[in-house]
C-alpha cells in the first residue's frame, strides 16, 4: 500500500461531472475496440489513480489520472499531458476494500483525445487479481474465471506438493539454522527462523506454527527460558528440543519447561522430518500425487472448479490455524463445507477426507491426537488439488 501524503500533480483540470462525462465519451467511442483481445476489461468501480514516472536517474513523477478500465495484465488511463511510450511506471489504485495497491508497468501506447487530453495504455509486470479491484457483472465474472482457468497452467504429475504447515527454527548458529531449515522446507513444510528468543516471540505473536524447534543455548538466552515463555503464553504446538549435548539432567529440564521431545545434533534429515510429521500429525506414507477433478474435461464445468480451486487456500490457512490452536468449533465448520462442496466438483476425495475429520470432531471418544492428524490429512488432500 502506497502513502499518498505527497499530492500528485493535477493535469485533469475537471469537476467529477466533467470527468465522468470524458470517461463516458472515450468508452462509447471505445466501443467493440477490444472485442478481440483475450483479456477481460471491466470498467474501473473506482477511477482515481496515481501514476508515477520512473526517470532512469532514480526519480519519480506523481501524476493524478483517471482509470478507465482494468483488466488483469494492464489498464487504460486519462491524462492532461502527453507521456512517451515505453516509459517505466507505477500505477497506484484503489481496491474495493478501499486499500491502496501499487503495481509496477510500462506504458504501451498513447492515445490523443482532445485538446492535452490523452488516454495511455499501461502493461503491467505482474498480473493482478481483478475482483479485487472492480465489481464484475454476473458474465463479466464467469468470463473472467474462464480465463484463469485458461491461463492457469497444467498439472504436472511430478509436483512437489507444499504442505501449509508452518515451523519455526530458533538456533543462535546460522550454519545450523540455515541446514534444519533446509531440510525441513526440503520435507514440504513452511520454516521460519530466528536467531535469539526475542525474535522468535515476535514472530509467535505475529503468526500461528504447528511445530517449533528450539535450541538449548540462545546466545545469552537459554532455550529452555524461551521454551517456558512460549507456554506461558499459550503456544500449544509441540516444541522439540535441540542440543549437542545429551544428558538425562538436560532432558529433564527441557521437558519439565515445556518440551515435547528432544534430539541431539548432529541431527539425520530423515530422523528430523518423520519425528516432525509424526508430532504436526502428518502421516509420511500419504499420496503426494496431484489431484485432478473428475469434471476436468468439461468446458462448462472448468470456470467452477477453477473457482473452487482458487478457494482452497482459504480453507488450507483457515485449517492450519484451527487445527494448531485445537479450535474444534472451526474445525467442524469448515470439514462440513469441503465434506459438502468436494463432490459437487469432482473431487470425491476431499469430501471422503473432510467426512472422517468430521467424524473423529464428533466421536463420542473424540481423541485430540487423531482430530490434528485428520485435520493435517485434510490439509495434505486440499494441496493436491490441480486444475489440470
Known amino acids: 500500500m502506497k502513502s499518498r501524503t505527497d499530492l500528485p500533480i ?10 465522468a462525462k470524458l470517461l463516458w465519451a472515450i468508452d462509447q467511442a471505445s466501443t467493440g475496440e477490444h472485442d478481440e483481445q483475450r483479456e477481460v476489461r471491466v470498467s474501473c468501480t473506482n477511477n482515481e489513480a496515481v501514476l508515477t514516472l520512473k526517470t532512469d536517474g532514480g526519480g519519480e513523477t506523481r501524476l493524478s489520472v483517471l482509470a478507465r478500465n482494468l ?31 501499487s503495481v509496477l508497468g510500462t506504458v504501451q501506447h498513447v492515445r490523443h483525445v482532445q485538446g492535452t487530453i490523452h488516454e495511455l495504455g499501461v502493461h503491467f509486470d505482474e498480473p493482478i487479481d481483478l475482483s ?28 512437489t506438493v507444499q504442505l501449509a504447515n508452518r515451523v519455526l527454527v530458533v538456533d543462535d548458529f546460522a550454519s545450523d539454522r540455515k541446514l534444519i531449515s533446509h531440510w525441513l522446507t526440503q520435507a514440504g513444510l513452511n520454516v521460519s527462523t530466528a536467531a535469539d528468543m526475542r525474535s522468535a516471540i515476535v514472530q509467535v505473536q505475529e503468526q500461528v506454527f504447528d511445530l517449533a524447534l528450539v535450541d538449548y543455548l540462545l546466545g545469552a538466552d537459554s532455550g529452555v527460558d524461551l521454551i517456558r515463555e512460549l507456554r506461558e503464553n499459550q ?37 528430523l522430518k518423520q519425528t516432525a510429521f509424526e508430532l504436526i500429525g502428518i502421516d509420511a506414507s500419504s499420496d503426494l500425487s496431484p489431484i485432478f477433478s473428475q469434471h476436468k474435461n468439461d468446458p462448462e464445468m472448468r470456470p467452477l472448479i477453477t473457482e473452487f480451486t482458487r478457494s482452497l487456500a482459504g480453507y488450507v490457512e483457515e485449517l492450519r490455524d484451527a487445527n494448531a490452536q485445537n479450535n ?22 476431499v469430501s471422503e477426507t473432510a467426512g472422517e475429520l468430521l467424524q473423529s470432531i464428533n466421536a463420542d471418544d473424540a481423541d485430540i491426537d487423531a482430530i490434528r492428524q485428520q485435520a493435517s490429512e485434510l490439509i495434505t488432500t486440499l494441496n493436491r488439488i490441480k486444475l489440470g
Not at 328 to 349: C, D, M, V
Open 235 to 271: 503456544f500449544v504446538a509441540p516444541i522439540i528440543s535441540i542440543s549437542a549435548d545429551e544428558t538425562e539432567e538436560l532432558k529433564a529440564e527441557v521437558t519439565g519447561a515445556g518440551a515435547t521431545c528432544f534430539m541431539r545434533k548432529p541431527m539425520d534429515a530423515e530422523a
Open 328 to 349: 474444534y468449533e472451526s474445525l467442524e465448520l469448515i470439514s462440513r463445507q469441503l465434506k459438502g462442496a468436494g463432490n459437487g466438483y469432482g473431487f470425491p476425495t
Open 71 to 101: 483488466s488483469r495484465k494492464g489498464v487504460a488511463l486519462v491524462h492532461g499531458r502527453y507521456i512517451y511510450p515505453k516509459s517505466r511506471c507505477e500505477v497506484s489504485l484503489q481496491a474495493l476494500n478501499s486499500a491502496w495497491h
Open 132 to 159: 479485487d479491484f472492480v465489481t464484475m457483472s454476473s458474465e463479466e465474472e464467469t468470463r473472467y474465471l474462464r480465463e484463469l482457468a485458461d491461463n492457469m497452467p497444467e498439472g504436472d504429475e511430478d509436483d
Open 10 to 19: 493535477q493535469t485533469l483540470h475537471l469537476n467529477d461531472r466533467d470527468k
